[in-house]
């Protein structure tokens, strides 16, 4: 079986191709596990020329090969699995220069550190061949976004610790220099414990396109961004010139973590209402407060009168009147309609409901998705925030 080496660094920048040869040489990286055979004698490598070729090498080593994203240069990613059934997810690229093996090197760089994703590579080919790089990294069985949103104490808390795997693997590319760049909830990926209800043994990230160096130039009309859903698109970048960087994959992270845990991304609504209240944190924590449902206590008559008074002129008063006599549910609408110019939706609401059961992630959900880059948590505190809770057994209520 072949080993998965890593490439020889030299002095210097300059990277020097492997050895390919199947040799005794110790690696600290894993082999792959039962990968297919071939014949008795060498595999000849399909000419370059023809379509398919990348496939035909990948299916030389892997079973139930599958195209899942194609990336610039003749980058493509497969789903894969070895012949014990465990799934991959492999990474083609070409290697006919220095450049190419360049950046070979650096996408390995990018994922590396992560331990939850990183399995090791190879080179496949010669002259007579396409000459392709494979990065081989892990994979689960099933999109986390594909299973039934479980609303129990025990779902919520294995999708808490599933969304703090996820932020180590972000944070290990963010140390290297990279970003996913493509992150959203799709791209999580889990395998079910069989042996409890509701709790993943494993989760891992999906990566569709090439690592990207933090600092590079995004562009919504080229891939990764070109069909992502906005909920995942920093502010900055749908802006369009902007940079990709850890703010932006907290961002995504902040998306895909609502999603997780309410059933769908955030709304126009709630990301208007972050602003707001990034903005006006006194006035955003009232309107939590009053729109609520599931208040420990009711918010007193006079608090609801000061606040109303910061509104000057007839529009002050009219509120003040209202505060008099309102339900403290309508006249919380009122005043969300007033500061944002439409109503709370029915998103903003799920959010209140679960601000009030975990109000440490309604605060880091409110962190991640800040539109202002520089108040975004960093992804290592997202992480450990996110794993005492999914691990502490108090954290939950209800």
Known sequence: RPHLDEPKHGADVAVQAPDTSISGAAVARPHLD??????????QAPDAS????????VRQHFNDTRLVGVG???????????????????????????????????????????????????????????NLSLLVLQAASHRLVDLPLD???????????????????????????????????????????????GRFKKAVLAHRYPAIKAGSRAKLSEPPLRGMGTPFIAPELRKGGGEFSERTDVYAFGAVLFDLLLGQPPSDVYTDYVKFDSESPVLGQLLRDLLAKNRSRPIHPSRMMQLSGMVPGVQGKRLRKLAKTAEVHTFGTVLFDFFLGR?????????????????????LLRECLSPTPANRVRLRDAADR???????GGAMQG
């Not at 039962?34 to 595999?43: F, K, M, S």
């Not at 023809?50 to 090498?57: D, E, I, L, Q, T």
């Not at 799934?87 to 220095?98: D, F, G, T």
């Not at 294995?158 to 290990?172: G, M």
Request: aromatic share 6%; net charge positive; charged share 25%.
């Open 50 to 57: 023809v379509p398919g070729a990348a496939m035909a090498v």
């Open 386 to 392: 996110l794993g005492r809770l999914g691990g502490g």
């Open 151 to 197: 609303r129990t104490a025990q779902g919520v808390r294995s999708r808490l610790s599933v969304a703090a795997q996820i932020a180590r693997s972000l944070s290990a590319m963010s140390k290297a220099g990279y970003v996913h760049g493509a992150l959203d909830t799709a791209m999580v990926l889990v395998d079910q414990d069989t042996r409890v209800k």
């Open 343 to 363: 109503p709370p939706d029915e998103v903003f609401a799920k959010y209140l409901e679960l601000n009030v059961q975990l109000p440490s992630i309604g605060r």
């Open 34 to 43: 039962e990968p297919r055979r071939g014949t008795d004698g060498p595999v």
């Open 72 to 130: 610039p240069d003749g980058f493509e990613v497969y789903a894969c699995k070895t012949g014990t059934g465990r799934r991959l997810e492999v990474h083609a690229m070409p290697w006919r220069n220095a450049d190419d093996r360049q950046r070979f090197v650096e996408e390995i760089a990018a994922f590396r550190q992560d331990a939850a994703s990183y399995v090791g590579w190879r080179r496949d080919g010669q002259e007579a061949g396409p």
